[in-house]
């Protein structure tokens, strides 16, 4: 059984800089995906980043040029650098793993584990 674990978030004004992490407590096989979503209260979740076994990384429009995505396996962590952040990028930010075979990486019932979540406020 794997558990992930997000660290990281707190609270920034504008324009500031945040990095999360996501570490597993058990191997993530190197086949997973591994991804970033985040969810507003009242809104949907919505995928953000995601980085595949094969290095093929995907964001979602409105963070491109401010966040980077990356992964250690070596040390199973996952992890989210975000700069020029803006009030709309205020969320629970959730990393996740799975083995898509395929789907869309936004589609967060993809994937088989989830972890609980860090707060990210922007104001």
């Known amino acids: 059984h794997v558990q992930l674990v997000e660290s990281g978030g707190g609270s920034v004004q504008a324009g500031g800089s945040l990095r999360l992490s996501c570490t597993a407590s058990?191997?993530?096989?190197?086949?997973?995906?591994m991804g970033w979503f985040r969810q507003a209260p009242g809104k949907e979740r919505e995928g953000v980043a995601a980085i595949d076994s094969d290095g093929t990384i995907s964001y979602t429009n409105s963070v491109k040029g401010r966040f980077t995505i990356s992964r250690d396996n070596a040390k199973n962590t996952l992890y989210l650098q975000m700069n020029g952040l803006k009030a709309e990028d205020t969320a629970m930010y959730y990393c996740?793993?799975?083995?898509?075979?395929?789907?869309?990486?936004?589609?967060?019932?993809?994937?088989?584990?989830r972890g609980q979540g860090t707060q990210v406020t922007v104001s």
């Open positions: 996740a793993a799975g083995r898509l075979r395929g789907k869309d990486w936004r589609l967060p019932h993809e994937y088989r584990y």
């Open positions: 058990g191997d993530i096989h190197p086949s997973y995906c």
